[in-house]
């Protein structure tokens, strides 16, 4: 954990409120692979990161609770009675949601005050909103006692992004931030919320993130849309997601929708299957396989369901080309965010120096590489 980012939030707290707080790290995640099958109750491949959201939160005397998002320098003050979500109200509608979301359960919040700072950046695509998320609400349920399970917190942090920020996200990134571990993966199925860690040991490889530092507008529109298409085409099939569904199923309904969608359908379940044979070529300990699943998933996310954009694919296309990288793809939601590429130990800044100013030359933009540790997910920090 981050112990200078640590202190920041520590004396920022001080210096505004009274009160003793509780300190929560909350962690971004990676994914291996398996991207876009969680809202198809799909498998998934994440894991928690040592980057992530760090909270400072009490319970408030007042009659209204005040959140200072310090990296922003921006404070919001709101009662907790009758939340909804604000028109362009950014970072505040991820705590607005989860508040709003605890009490249609029918439990009780008082008001608080909260100092939170990250180190994740902001469209990197490791998921910093659910980091958010989840510190909130599990801030809130110790502060006051609402007894919740961190399975139930995981939901109450998804529909806040669903009715409040207004991304019909999947499962993933609630689940890693919550519940990594140490230096595993988790092979979630998202149906049943059931993971198995896999120790990440890559022998002779590691991962590497590079971030495009892009993130392009129509990202939010874009998912909310893919979503849309899959379940169309599941409800057409008659089965609750495609998770459910075969090539073959997918062969009988072609001629009723369009090339375009049911590329979208086709690459759904095909990157539901790599998922599961990349937990299977991780049991086998064939790194090489798995490398070759996550080139695989970069070219569907690219060609068929069309999430990708030029910098991703130019930092993949670097990948490919380089005799140390065996496996490469953008990682989340796209339109943005990093590449995390299997590359041999040892290697990362020799293809990092050649990467960067190729890439800032095509771009006129500089690209961030990050090297991250696996990390436990969301906890009290003592
Ligand atoms: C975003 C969403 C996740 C998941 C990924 C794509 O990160 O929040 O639920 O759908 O995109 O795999």
């Known amino acids: 954990m981050n112990t200078e980012l640590k202190?920041?939030?520590?004396?920022?707290?001080?210096?505004?409120?009274?009160?003793?707080?509780?300190?929560?790290?909350?962690?971004?995640?990676?994914?291996?692979?398996g991207e876009h099958t969680d809202y198809n109750d799909g498998f998934v491949f994440?894991?928690?990161?040592?980057?992530?959201?760090?909270?400072?939160?009490?319970?408030?005397?007042?009659?209204?609770?005040?959140?200072?998002?310090?990296?922003?320098?921006?404070?919001?003050?709101?009662?907790?009675?009758?939340?909804?979500?604000?028109?362009?109200?950014?970072?505040?509608?991820?705590?607005?949601?989860?508040?709003?979301?605890?009490?249609?359960?029918?439990?009780?919040?008082?008001?608080f005050n909260l100092v939170f700072?990250?180190?994740?950046?902001?469209?990197?695509?490791?998921?910093?909103?659910?980091?958010?998320?989840?510190?909130?609400?599990?801030?809130?349920?110790?502060?006051?006692?609402?007894?919740?399970?961190?399975?139930?917190m995981i939901f109450i942090s998804q529909k806040a992004e669903h009715n409040?920020?207004?991304?019909?996200?999947?499962?993933m990134d609630q689940y890693a931030s919550m519940f990594g571990i140490k230096d595993h993966a988790?092979?979630?199925?998202?149906?049943?919320?059931v993971a198995t860690p896999f120790l990440i040991d890559f022998n002779d490889f590691e991962l590497l993130l590079i971030n495009t530092n892009v993130k392009h507008s129509l990202a939010d529109s874009a998912?909310?849309?893919?979503?849309?298409?899959?379940?169309?085409?599941?409800?057409?099939?008659?089965?609750?997601?495609?998770?459910?569904?075969?090539?073959?199923?997918?062969?009988t309904i072609k001629d009723q929708i369009s090339e375009e969608d049911y590329q979208k359908v086709?690459?759904?379940?095909?990157?539901?299957?790599?998922?599961?044979?990349?937990s299977e070529a991780m049991v086998a300990?064939?790194?090489?396989?798995?490398?070759?699943?996550?080139?695989?998933?970069?070219?569907?996310?690219?060609?068929?369901?069309?999430?990708?954009?030029?910098?991703?694919?130019f930092l993949v296309d670097l990948a490919k080309d380089c005799d140390d990288v065996i496996g490469s793809r953008m990682m989340g939601g796209g339109f943005g965010g990093c590449t995390i590429n299997i590359i041999k130990k040892g290697k990362a800044t020799a293809f990092v120096e050649k990467v960067a100013p190729l890439y800032k030359e095509k771009f006129n933009k500089e690209c961030s590489p990050y090297s991250v540790n696996i990390s436990e997910g969301t906890h009290k920090i003592v």
């Open 7 to 33: 202190s920041k939030i520590i004396k920022e707290f001080a210096k505004n409120f009274t009160e003793e707080p509780m300190l929560i790290f909350s962690p971004g995640r990676i994914n291996v692979i």
């Open 117 to 152: 700072g990250g180190d994740i950046p902001d469209g990197s695509g490791m998921s910093s909103s659910a980091a958010l998320e989840n510190s909130v609400v599990f801030g809130l349920n110790e502060l006051f006692k609402l007894g919740l399970t961190k399975e139930e």
């Open 164 to 171: 409040y920020v207004g991304v019909n996200c999947g499962i």
């Open 46 to 111: 994440p894991a928690a990161v040592d980057k992530g959201i760090i909270a400072a939160i009490s319970k408030s005397s007042h009659t209204e609770s005040v959140t200072i998002a310090s990296d922003l320098n921006e404070k919001f003050e709101f009662s907790v009675e009758g939340v909804k979500p604000i028109i362009g109200g950014n970072w505040r509608n991820y705590i607005l949601g989860v508040v709003g979301e605890i009490q249609k359960k029918g439990l009780q919040v008082g008001n």
């Open 266 to 278: 086709l690459f759904v379940v095909q990157e539901n299957n790599r998922a599961q044979a990349a």
């Open 186 to 193: 988790l092979l979630l199925d998202c149906r049943t919320t």
């Open 285 to 313: 300990n064939d790194i090489e396989k798995l490398g070759e699943l996550v080139f695989g998933s970069h070219n569907g996310l690219q060609h068929q369901y069309k999430v990708s954009c030029d910098e991703l694919d």
């Open 223 to 251: 998912y909310n849309n893919r979503r849309a298409v899959c379940e169309n085409v599941a409800s057409l099939l008659n089965v609750k997601a495609l998770r459910d569904v075969t090539e073959e199923d997918l062969l």
